[in-house]
């Protein structure tokens, strides 16, 4: 009852990975989401791996939503998208642009319908401009923002996340989108509004200023590997028990001491080495003292004379590690939720604390069409012999 969002109510129409990242996180600060399927189901149940026949992809992405199933080619099923868009706070979809529109359900209808609707549009590239009726995916995305472009080593290929980094950085930028247009309604005293947003915008923003690098000084940048232009040492290190850590000194104090740390305190005095792009400049020689140092040292000794010394240090975490970090678990950046046929189930938590409406999730992602009945029957009012015909006909399921 204290969570923030608590009587906002979301019908999500998305599928995947960035819409459902959206109504998740409205969900998971307490909004009442209704995922809406087709008899197919989201393609995003088809994500590995799985456990049994449940996609832990989408279970995680569509925990705490009610799921109904309606066949939206079905003049029935249209019928139930509006009542339950009338309704509602927040309409949030990620199909082609022209599609929610041959479904009779174009935003000038539905604010018709519903004046305060709050309309959030996900697509690959926006609902206008020559791209528009392009098919968009986040990896397409992750090429044209200039990610690929910059990530990778140098002397090798363009390089793509091995995760829908894309999808997932448009699904969080949307849900704050969301917020920000139920503020203008709320408090301000507007009404309903479209918000377009495309899984490309959220992560050039994200990627840098390398086009007005490209504007104002007419430099293209290029891949570094795990180097920085602007600071070193910066890169990956492997210990002598085959891990690997992090090494950040973006802070020249932090600089400083970590050279100090290495053995090599004679540097911390040149010149150069009073700014990043000096340091940058003597990247090679720097690089070798660091990784020479940790070459010769397990992990755990890396990490705790970093620690010592007051330097910055990560170790390159794998899913295992992530599990049985006592800092992540302390503060429940993962967290236990109940499945009704698996049990209890690890997965990210509310991805922020909040100290006096903090959100939860309730449970994993629902069975296709577990709450239909209830939905149209309780909610909409619709009797059960009526939903019973409408599942003979095809329209829900």
């Not at 939206?72 to 309704?87: G, H, S, T, V």
């Not at 935003?107 to 309309?119: A, H, I, Q, T, Y």
């Not at 891990?243 to 290495?262: F, G, H, K, M, P």
């Not at 940058?280 to 010394?309: C, K, M, P, Q, S």
Request: with cysteine; glycine share 10%.
């Amino acid at each position: 009852m204290n969570a923030p969002l608590h009587g906002v109510r979301v019908v999500d129409f998305t599928r995947v990975l960035s819409g459902p990242c959206c109504t998740k996180t409205l969900r998971d600060l307490g909004a009442d989401v209704t995922k809406i399927e087709p008899p197919a189901g989201d393609v995003g149940r088809a994500g590995v791996p799985h456990i049994g026949t449940m996609s832990t992809y989408y279970a995680q992405q569509n925990a705490g939503k009610r799921n109904i199933c309606i066949d939206l080619n079905w003049p029935e099923a249209r019928a139930i998208a509006k009542r339950l868009c009338e309704d509602a706070d927040v309409v949030v979809e990620n199909f082609r642009p022209g599609t929610f529109e041959r479904w009779g359900l174009a935003p000038d209808r539905l604010f018709e319908l519903n004046p305060g609707l709050v309309l959030a549009r996900l697509t690959g590239w926006g609902q206008s401009g020559p791209y528009a009726h392009r098919a968009g995916f986040g990896t397409l995305a992750e090429a044209m923002s200039g990610f690929a472009h910059l990530t990778g080593p140098a002397d090798g290929p363009p390089t793509l996340p091995a995760f829908g980094l894309a999808d997932s950085i448009c699904g969080i930028a949307a849900s704050s989108a969301v917020l920000m247009a139920l503020r203008h309604r709320e408090v301000q005293g507007g009404g309903g509004q479209v918000v377009d947003m495309s899984i490309l915008e959220p992560i050039m923003t994200a990627v840098g200023p390398a086009p007005t690098v490209y504007d104002q000084l007419g430099i293209v940048e290029q891949r570094h590997g795990n180097r920085s232009t602007n600071n070193a040492p910066r890169n990956a290190y492997r210990t002598k028990d085959g891990s690997w850590v992090a090494v950040s000194t973006s802070a020249q104090t932090i600089a400083e001491r970590v050279l100090r740390l290495v053995g090599h305190p004679e540097v911390v005095a040149e010149p150069w080495f009073r700014s990043g792009r000096g340091r940058v400049e003597h990247v090679d020689l720097l690089d070798r003292y660091v990784g020479d140092w940790i070459g010769d040292r397990t992990r755990a000794e890396v990490l705790a004379a970093f620690d010592a010394a007051g330097a910055a240090v990560a170790p390159i975490y794998d899913p295992k590690d992530i599990v049985e970090d006592p800092h992540i678990r302390a503060t429940g950046m993962i967290t236990e939720v109940e499945d009704e046929d698996l049990g209890r189930m690890l997965m990210h938590n509310v991805m922020w604390r909040m100290s006096a409406t903090p959100g939860s999730i309730r449970f994993t992602g629902r069975p296709l069409g577990a709450d239909t009945d209830a939905v149209l029957v309780d909610e909409l009012g619709y009797e059960r012999a009526q939903v019973a015909a409408l599942r003979e006909r095809g329209a829900v399921a």
